[in-house]
Nanobody
Framework: QVQLVESGGGLVQTGGSLRLSCAAS????????MGWFRQAPGKEREFVAT????????YYADSVKGRFTISRDNAKNTVYLQMNSLKPEDTAVYYC???????????????WGQGTQVTVSS
C-alpha cells in the first residue's frame, strides 16, 4: 500500500500563491490516480482536483478552475497542487489521496495523507 505525506501548506495573503506537494512511499505513484481534497472547519471534505495515472487527464472543481493546477512527477513519486490567486475561502486542510481512477468522490479513494493547513488572510 502507498503511504502519502503532504507538505507546503502555510500562511499567505489574498492573491498569493502556494505549492503543495504529496510524496509517496511504499508503492510507486504511477500505479494510482491522485486527487486533492480540502476540508474547512465545520464543513465536509470537498473535491479540489484529480489527475489520471499517466498525468494526461485532469479535472477541477469549479471553485478553483483557472487558479489551481494539479500535476505529477512519477519519476519523483510526487504529486503537486499549484495554487494561485488564493482567496480566503480557500482556507482549509488540504489532503492528497490515491485511488484506482480519477474521480471527484471522496469515498472512491483508498489511501489518504495526513493533511496540510492552508490559511489565506484578507
Amino acid at each position: 500500500q502507498v503511504q502519502l505525506v503532504e507538505s507546503g501548506g502555510g500562511l499567505v495573503q489574498t492573491g498569493g500563491s502556494l505549492r503543495l506537494s504529496c510524496a509517496a512511499s511504499g508503492r510507486t505513484l504511477s500505479n494510482y490516480a491522485m486527487g486533492w481534497f480540502r476540508q474547512a472547519p465545520g464543513k465536509e471534505r470537498e473535491f479540489v482536483a484529480t489527475i489520471a495515472r499517466s498525468g494526461d487527464s485532469t479535472y477541477y472543481a469549479d471553485s478553483v478552475k483557472g487558479r489551481f493546477t494539479i500535476s505529477r512527477d512519477n519519476a519523483k513519486n510526487t504529486v503537486y497542487l499549484q495554487m494561485n490567486s488564493l482567496k480566503p475561502e480557500d482556507t482549509a486542510v488540504y489532503y492528497c489521496a490515491a485511488g484506482l481512477v480519477p474521480t471527484t468522490v471522496t469515498g472512491t479513494y483508498a489511501r489518504w495523507g495526513q493533511g496540510t493547513q492552508v490559511t489565506v488572510s484578507s
